[in-house]
């Protein structure tokens, strides 16, 4: 065991900084400043709301990506490259850096050639209307071919207009940015937020913006490993994804102009299909040769309420006959009629120890009691979801839930009226009155703690609350979770009846073993003397009073419990 | 609206105490310097009457850790790479794995050996700031101490 003197020094080794403490007085100050103490207008960051990608899916999850053309597109409200972007999407750094080396002139021709060479030797993403969008392999390589041959003269021009097309890359701590207008481009590059910035305009030996532009528009990226759903909240299998990916892989596409069928594909001859991308989702109906993309992400924000018309639509020509046919027949015979959300979330819920809840008010999330943690768990087994519903706004409750001995992998939901939201999606439910039962349970309306009581009063139920959570010998710390198995076999074969002892019978001041149990809401000393058992139970009712009751009793047919107890634990 | 020498104030009362919780559960120190700041506003913003000055450090800490929790879970979701590392922080080559093999146990034990340990909060007060009881408090103690043991010895033994 270590001394724990170590980690008191380590920790008093701690000091913040006084350029620190300076930062932060400056950054309280400007923020109190900002909105001096008033909350009636605070509103929760994006960020708060922004899909989220937990630990299980990171394993399933990589990015469909969708490029999005055409001038209206292209008005540039990000400029960087957000780690959610790049957890969809991480190998999107490391897989062109090798292919970019063939389609670059090795040999630098002048200083100006080699800061544009330097900047395609790198991943780069292109910045659209809807945060960013990456390149395929084959765009960048189309790309690169463009600028290829391309001389760059510096000059002091500068005619960028807010359309002009933007491409960039990032590297964590270094940004840089292409911008093309006609004969004109603009290099810029940041280091760090602080960093030096070079900003230079060059005139290049021809207008290559055209020839951008068609490689931007006529694009349709649809990469690997994101699950797919349908509308209904089904999901694809994963030969099924593998196969449509494979499909929309086979065709090249033209960016349609016109949005067929009055531009909402999604009528009963589509085939519709979800999918996200980074923090974006996207819907694809594809009808016939035609596909519409759709950004649908403001559906998932569930506090969002700007309009879904805000939302942009596109659409794109595929150079096949009829790619919705191929699509439904590969959805037919690869969807999973389970919804694998749902049965994830109930299978995880099942195994998890804790929940906590967690409210907007930062000091009060706190763990749920284990009445509390009983009651949720009950009801969230009864429900039965229905499939993609729609939910826009309104309270909610979100909670944890996590592992016993891994809190740290912690994974959410949020209850409002009868939704649930699960990964990212809202499901209604079949339990009309979800939302006031589980505010009930918070609340402790619903909790009765006569339970605990009644428990304490019956022997067996007492020692089933005793033995339930972890417990160890208090003089000499934990059991391992054999000795623990092994002393709750034990004990929970022995017969018990009420002991009476008079007053010079003190049996806690006896040698014996001490046990402790406890939980978030009780906490259980259990004192063992030869046959005797006395113990205390501390609880703490749904009114937060709390409460002690002690009780002794014996263990018949027994010579002795305390020194069995100790030599399971190997200590006798 | 506080003036600045309010902010010092708390900042040099409490500063160290925070930011030493701070790092300890989220292991970046700009992100333990922000939940440091997180904390010191939401003290100017929403701290109750406090009863006595045990009752405001226990405030804090709550308030801390919550913040904490938040970009944690935040963090979850939008991972990012930091070159930031604790040696920075912790002058002492010893001193610095202590605080890794602690920064690596799961946050339940992190934070009642951190306050415990290194703030010295009794398992009673540990017990009100956590909302957890005192025997749930002793238990994760007594765990945290053999996970720690464990882990230090395993890494760096």
């Given amino acids: 065991m270590m001394n724990m003197n170590k980690l008191s020094r380590a920790g008093e080794s701690i000091h913040l900084s006084e350029e620190a403490k300076k930062r932060i007085i400056a950054g309280c100050s400007a923020k109190l400043s900002e909105n001096a103490g008033e909350f009636t207008d605070y509103v929760m960051p994006v960020e708060r709301y922004r899909p989220r990608r937990t630990a299980r899916f990171a394993a399933i999850a990589a ?9 209206a597109a292209l008005t540039f409200s990000r400029l960087s490259r957000s ?4 957890a969809a999407n991480p190998t999107a750094g490391s897989e062109l850096t090798d292919a970019s080396q063939t389609a670059i002139d090795p040999a630098p021709r002048n200083v100006n050639d080699t800061v544009i060479g330097e900047f395609l030797a790198n991943d780069f993403v292109r910045n659209g209307a809807y945060g960013l969008s990456y390149f395929s392999d084959i765009q960048r390589r189309q790309v690169r071919e463009v600028f290829n041959g391309v001389t760059f003269t510096e000059t002091e021009e500068t005619v960028l207009g807010d359309d002009a097309l933007c491409f960039q890359y990032q590297d964590g701590v270094s940004t840089a940015t292409v911008s093309v207008r006609g004969d004109i481009v603009k290099y810029k590059y940041m280091y760090g937020l602080t960093g030096p910035i070079i900003s230079k305009w060059f005139r290049l030996s021809g207008n290559i913006e055209d020839k951008l532009r068609d490689i931007y528009d006529n694009n349709f990226l649809f990469m690997t490993d994101e699950t797919l759903y349908l509308p209904d909240g089904r999901t694809i299998d994963e030969a099924g994804c593998e196969k449509i990916r494979e499909l929309f892989g086979r065709y090249s596409y033209k960016k349609a102009d016109d949005m067929s069928t009055n531009g909402r594909l999604e009528d009963k001859n589509s085939v519709c299909l979800d999918c996200r991308v980074g923090t974006n989702y996207y819907r694809l109906s594809v009808c016939g040769n035609r596909i519409m993309c759709r950004n649908t992400t403001m559906r998932y924000r569930s506090d969002d309420l700007r309009d879904f018309d805000d939302l942009i639509d596109f659409s794109i020509a595929v150079d096949c ?7 439904a027949e590969i959805v037919r015979e690869h969807t999973l009629n389970t919804n694998m959300i749902y049965v994830r979330f109930m299978s995880e819920v099942g195994n998890s120890d804790k929940y906590s809840v967690g409210c907007e008010s930062s000091s009060d999330d706190s763990e749920l009691t284990p009445k509390q943690y009983r009651g949720l768990t009950d009801i969230l087994r009864r429900l039965d979801p229905v499939y993609d519903a729609d939910f826009i706004a309104g309270d909610y409750y979100e909670f944890d839930y996590y592992a016993k001995e891994d809190c740290n992998d912690r994974h959410y939901f949020r209850i409002s009226g009868d939704h649930i939201m699960l990964e990212d999606r809202w499901f209604r439910t079949t339990e009309p009155e979800l939302c006031s ?12 703690v006569s339970d605990l009581a009644e428990r304490f009063d019956n022997t067996d139920k007492m020692f089933s609350l005793v033995l339930e959570s972890d417990f160890y010998v208090l003089a000499e710390g934990d059991l391992d979770a054999e000795e623990q198995s092994a002393i709750r ?5 022995l017969h018990y009846q009420n002991a009476l002892f008079a007053k010079t019978d003190d049996l806690n001041s006896a040698a014996g073993v001490d046990l402790h149990s406890g939980g978030t809401d009780y906490s259980c000393d259990l004192h063992i003397h030869g046959c005797y058992f006395t113990y205390s139970l501390d609880y703490t ?11 002794r009793i014996i263990a018949t047919e027994c010579d002795d419990s305390a020194q069995k107890i100790l030599a399971v634990y190997g200590i006798s | 609206m506080q003036d600045n020498s309010a902010v010092e104030k708390i900042i040099e009362k409490y500063g160290d105490m925070l930011y030493r919780l701070c790092l300890i559960m989220l292991c970046v120190p700009a992100d333990a310097e922000d939940a440091v700041q997180e904390t010191v506003i939401a003290y100017f913003r929403k701290a109750p009457d406090f009863t006595d000055p045990e009752h405001e450090k226990a405030w804090l800490i709550t308030v801390a850790r919550n913040k904490c929790r938040s ?14 590392v604790l040696e920075t922080v912790v002058q002492s080559e010893e001193d610095s794995r202590v605080i890794e093999a602690l920064s690596e146990l799961p946050e339940k034990f992190r934070l009642v050996l951190t306050l415990h340990y290194i703030e010295g ?8 700031m956590t909302g957890r009881t005192s025997s749930a408090v002793k238990m994760q103690l007594a765990k945290g101490r053999e996970l720690l043991g464990k882990k230090y010895k395993e890494e760096y033994l």
């Fill in chain 2, 71 to 84: 970009m944690q879970r935040f963090r979850r979701n939008h991972p990012v790479l930091s070159d930031e």
């Fill in chain 1, 321 to 327: 006959e009829d790619l919705q046919s191929e699509l």
């Fill in chain 1, 83 to 86: 780690p959610d972007d790049k």
């Fill in chain 1, 437 to 448: 039962k589980v505010k009930a349970i918070l609340s402790g309306e619903d909790t009765d």
């Fill in chain 1, 489 to 493: 076999t034990y004990l929970r074969g």
């Fill in chain 1, 63 to 71: 990015a469909v990506c969708l490029i999005a053309g055409g001038g």
């Fill in chain 1, 541 to 551: 009712d749904g009114n937060g009073t709390p409460h002690h009751k002690e009780q």
């Fill in chain 2, 121 to 128: 909060f009794k398992v009673n007060e540990i017990a009100k």
